[in-house]
């Protein structure tokens, strides 16, 4: 869904998921004393303890916990150029001077200098002080009196750069390496507080002493899956002092790795938090590297936990500190014929009085991808930067707790929409889950996933946003599943499932669903394939007209020229609407006419 799968990780995917159930059976065992030797092995008391004492406890009051909003002179400092391992110290200066009051922003290239210049714009901060790559070199100095002290990698060791994250955010520590750990202790006066070279000989080792020395002092509303290669939100996940693990693949870890070892360290962690909180980064960093996106998801959402895509998602330890949003700045405007949507209790969004030309296709475009925070600020910009002459809407799919991360984000593509242009809430809902078999492994999941839908209704509510662009690993979404959409979100007005087209026929694609009492169009995706035009025409080659259709779009594979061209690919046969024109005209098209 995040990205592209290939098909090797979908098997991947679905057999992670069996030999996890084989692994949980023995681990289960084991913890119980079944297994003759091995009864000194039990579930961690701690973290059990933990999720006890929680269920009394007050959480953030949003999805995250919030600091002070940004300094207003912010420090907007180049890093493009640094090493892999001085961009990890800087990023863990970040995380921990920002923890008070987010006053470092990290400019690595693509769009970053767009988004610090945006929350000056945007009135988020008054002023920016530019360093130079050589500038920022001098940050730790300036900061120094705000550290404790190092924490020192063990390059050996993948496990203790994750390791190193959390205690730099509970301690206040500068994560460095060997080769200048030392030198920084003379430099700057930090002493080596935490020397984590030598002290394990396997990634589950490094875990399981972090679980039981590490976890009961962290934050335990959010979790983080990363691989320990990856910088990028590092400052986040030491700022707001969360849990960050990973899971080895069938290729990576190496000797350090033992999967069975780190899978009972991931059955406690998931067991130990409470339901309904995100887990940031990603499960995927390659073929084979980690449980995979399938994988990945299928664990965390059978824990009752929901995936936020970011692994490569910098400075969120300021993005998620900036004034809110507009109220409903995502709503759909007002566009030809048009009105805006609005919730129950209010009048309907409605064409005024439209016409269906019996003759025609009428499509919404429906841009995949926008659960992914970091390709909201890394990749989407171009196309609201460089529209490429595009006149007709599209369909964008975003993360409902984009409301929470990045505010700033909501605002910038809300003001730089074109006409017609609306918003869907990404798969699927508040974060990437499967809904099927949410929460399936937890005391209650119907509980479980209606606190997710609950919690998914208000921040689409929040958002402006009325309809949902679901999905499953394999296949199509069912009707049961969509029913539970339909059932969990009152406003909810229209479903666009799937990613990428799952049915053959256009009479399974687009029909009414019937559930919670109410009359609901959905839309299952159609064509996505390269050249999209072509892909749209033949997956709709033998429908009845006039048809409506969900046409898929693959955001890494369509540029914003690919948008812009699409109508006239097309032809006079197709007409490209929005989302609510969509639904209006596919009520207007029943026979009676009506919802």
Known sequence: MVRLVTSDERIWGVRFSARLFLAWILFTCVAGGLVPGFAVLRPFQAAAQVLEDEETLPGPTGLFIKTAPPARRLIAADVSGFTADLLLTLTSLQGVVNQTEPRIFLLDGGYSRTWVEWLKERGDIDEIRYLSSVQAATLVGEFKDELNGQVVVDPKIPATLNLATMISGLDRLLITYPRYAETYAEWYDLPIVVDLRDRFTTNAEA???????????????????????????????????????????????????????????????????????????????????????????????????????????????????????????????????????????????????????????????????????????????????????????????????????????????????????????????????????????????????????????????????????????????????LSLYAEGIPHLRAIFPDYGQKVVRYADATYVLEAGGRRLPVFHAMGGDTPLHASIQRALSGAPRPAFAHAFALNWNVSPADLAALAGSLGDEYAIVSPDALVELFWASQSPPGH
């Open 207 to 481: 875990y399981r002493w972090a679980l039981e020395h590490l976890w009961p002092r962290l934050n335990h509303h959010a979790l983080a899956m990363l691989h320990p290669e990856v910088s990028h939100p590092r400052d986040f996940l030491i700022q707001q002092k969360v849990w960050v693990w990973w899971l080895s693949g069938t290729v990576d870890g190496g000797s350090f790795a033992n999967r069975f070892e780190e899978l009972k360290v991931a059955f406690e962690v998931l067991q130990g938090s409470p339901v309904n909180i995100p887990v940031l980064g990603y499960p995927w960093h390659g073929d084979g590297v980690g449980p995979g996106e399938h994988g990945g998801v299928d664990l965390f959402s059978r824990y009752g936990k929901f995936l936020i895509p970011s692994d490569y998602a910098r400075n969120l330890s300021v993005h998620a500190h900036a004034r809110p949003p507009a109220p409903r700045a995502l709503a759909s405007l007002t566009g030809p014929g048009e009105a805006p949507s609005e919730f129950e209790g209010a009048p309907r969004a409605r064409l005024n009085s439209p016409n269906v030309d019996p003759e025609r296709v009428y499509l919404t475009v429906v841009v995949s991808d926008g659960d992914n925070v970091q390709a909201w600020l890394n990749y989407f910009p171009r196309y609201f930067e460089t529209p490429a002459g595009r006149t007709v809407p599209v369909a964008w799919t975003i993360s409902p707790a984009a409301l929470d991360l990045v505010p700033a984000v909501v605002d910038y593509v809300a003001a730089r929409r074109l006409p017609g242009d609306a918003f869907l809430a990404a798969v699927s809902g508040i974060g990437y889950v499967y809904l099927d078999r949410y929460g399936a492994d937890t005391p209650d999941q119907e509980k479980t996933r209606g606190g997710f839908l609950r919690l998914t209704s208000d921040y689409m509510k929040r958002l402006g946003l009325t309809m949902i662009w679901p999905m499953v690993p394999d296949g199509p979404v069912k009707r049961d599943v």
